[in-house]
């Protein structure tokens, strides 16, 4: 099974400011298999990032992926509001899929 | 629309069982896989279960392997959970999600999108 681990665990950072969040796998994951969900507080998750860097549809560009391996980011420039919320991490390579711990970007 | 309407959560008993259902709409159901996701209260994301879009080929978590079955009615483009021997540590909001992606492997390389709104599952007595 592989472990996801996020980091921070919670990231305090103010409207227009950059959030930066990191993944790190305990294997590699396949053919960069790993997705990125962001979550609001009652809310399904939603779908930002598939592929490690290919924003899913209606996404904005504010939102990138990127990395390979064990090592994965995601980035949100220019925070507004509404992008407060909790991010996870998920690789889909093959059961069991595994979702990291989750990052909580709060406003400061 | 693309949309996943999960039912069937509620007040379950330990030991006892309950049966969730997933209905789908907007595309058609058997061309995709779908799977189960909980989210325990306060935590995060854990995957349950994922069916082929046949229902022929499953997966399960190792918590759930043995408790829970999953399967669907293509006809009624319905999925469903059956949870039997119930524990405290299954109680969490359950997600239906379908399996999206471009890999001709039903059960690799496929991301989840969209999500339904979750159902509720209690485990208490």
């Known amino acids: 099974e592989i472990v996801l681990t996020q980091s921070p665990g919670t990231l305090s950072l103010s409207p227009g400011e950059r959030a930066t969040l990191s993944c790190r796998a305990s294997q590699s994951v396949s053919s960069t298999y790993l997705a990125w969900y962001q979550q609001k507080p009652g809310q399904a998750p939603r779908l930002l990032i598939y592929g490690a860097s290919s924003r899913a549809t209606g996404i904005p560009d504010k939102f990138s992926g990127s990395g390979s391996g064990t090592d994965f980011t995601l980035t949100i420039s220019r925070l507004e509001p509404e992008d407060f919320a909790v991010y996870y991490c998920q690789q889909y390579g093959s059961p069991p899929y595994t979702f990291g711990q989750g990052t909580k970007l709060e406003i400061k | 629309e693309v949309q996943l309407l999960e039912s069937g959560g509620g007040l379950g008993q330990p030991g006892g069982s309950l049966r969730l259902s997933c209905e789908a709409s907007?595309?058609?159901?058997?061309?995709?896989?779908m799977n189960w996701v909980r989210q325990a209260p306060g935590k995060g994301l854990e995957w349950v279960s994922a069916?082929?879009?046949?229902?022929?080929?499953?997966y399960y978590a190792d918590s759930v392997k043995g408790r829970f079955t999953i399967s669907r009615d293509n006809a009624r483009n319905t999925l469903y959970l059956q949870m039997n021997s119930l524990r405290a540590e299954d109680t969490a909001v359950y997600y239906c999600?379908?399996?999206?992606?471009?890999?001709?492997?039903?059960?690799?390389?496929?991301?989840?999108?969209?999500w339904g709104q979750g159902t509720l599952v209690t485990v208490s007595s």
């Open positions: 999600a379908r399996s999206t992606g471009y890999s001709s492997s039903w059960y690799i390389g496929h991301w989840f999108d969209p």
């Open positions: 907007g595309f058609t159901f058997s061309n995709y896989a």
């Open positions: 069916v082929s879009g046949s229902g022929g080929s499953t």
